[in-house]
């Protein structure tokens, strides 16, 4: 009786047992492909009126920065949230920021008003 794969078969991929499946065609992107989908997930999050979709997002952008991955892409979707009225998100914003502001100058300069405008406020 031989084992079942660790992986979904619904997934469609051809990767043996253990071999990792990410669940896309190598010649489409392979799993690069996955994370600018992802990203667009996050910028759509981030761009609408409900905190907690804001606040999902940036846990999962933060998350992504810790395991070392690279969120400098979604620096213009995150800045425009730190003029956000619920501090959790605010919060997890200046974190972003910390990481990203050196790397990203020019946005940075250019996002002063908005950060002028998170702090005017309560």
């Known amino acids: 009786m031989s084992a079942a794969p ?5 997934k469609g991929g051809s990767a043996g047992p253990g ?13 690069f492909s996955s994370d600018y989908k992802r990203h667009d ?3 759509e999050m981030l761009d609408t009126n409900k905190d907690s979709l804001k606040l999902e ?18 620096f213009p ?4 949230n730190v003029a956000c009225k619920n501090i959790e998100v605010k919060k997890l914003v200046y974190v ?6 050196e790397e ?3 946005l940075a300069l250019q ?7 998170g702090l005017k406020s309560s």
């Not at 071999?19 to 799993?31: N, Q, R």
Request: charged share 25%.
């Open 6 to 10: 660790a992986y979904s078969e619904d």
């Open 77 to 80: 979707a995150v800045v425009k």
């Open 41 to 43: 997930d996050l910028k």
């Open 19 to 31: 071999e990792p499946e990410y669940g896309h065609d190598p010649a489409s992107g392979g799993i």
């Open 57 to 74: 997002a940036m846990k999962r952008i933060v998350a992504m920065i810790a395991r070392g991955k690279n969120a400098s892409d979604l």
């Open 111 to 117: 996002s002063i008003s908005t950060f002028q405008r």
């Open 96 to 101: 972003y920021l910390v990481r990203y502001a």
């Open 104 to 106: 990203q100058q020019d």
